[in-house]
């Protein structure tokens, strides 16, 4: 996977230009897109992810979202990307986050990702992790991304494994999805950048 280009951000992530992609820090224009495609593919996504609230896809809730992100980006503990199509802002389809961002003797950081259900198995995520994990080492100078999965869910785990990470083990009860205390498979990338 080639990088097309970075621009480069003083607040934030930048943006990510790929070959068929573009990702961006969302925005509050995104809502109507963002909750759509959510909506659309909530029996897809729900299975693997903390239980949605009543509200989840809600104009506040997603308000809510983006405070708690500047909030991450602000503190250096978070940098969020909205993923869409043909290097425009046309159509979304889906969202990737560095979080817990450690830096220090860690340099680390934790990958989640989404995908809507009509774009998901089409290779989209894999190139986006791949670019966001380039930009973690390149321009964020991480050393670590982690990543975990539920232990049902072999369609990330292959898209992990297939992004260059590794399988480090079993984290017992380590989240908590769709409701109830969920083991992981932990995998991680480690930059090969010294």
Known sequence: MKLLRLSSSEAGPEDIYTDRL??????????????????????????FEPRWTHDELSRSSFKARLRRQEADINSGRGLPWFVFNNGRESTLMGGLTLSNIRRGVAQTATLGYWMGEPFAGLGYMSEAVTAVCASAFEVHRLHRVEASTVLDNS?????????????????????????QWADHILFARISEMD
């Open 155 to 179: 369609r990330s785990q292959r898209l992990l494994t297939k992004c260059e990470f590794e399988k480090e083990g079993v984290a017992k009860s380590y989240l908590k999805i769709n409701g």
């Open 22 to 47: 573009f990702l961006r820090r969302p925005k509050l224009s995104d809502f109507d897109q963002w909750a759509d495609l959510r909506h659309q593919s909530a029996g897809f996504l729900q299975p």
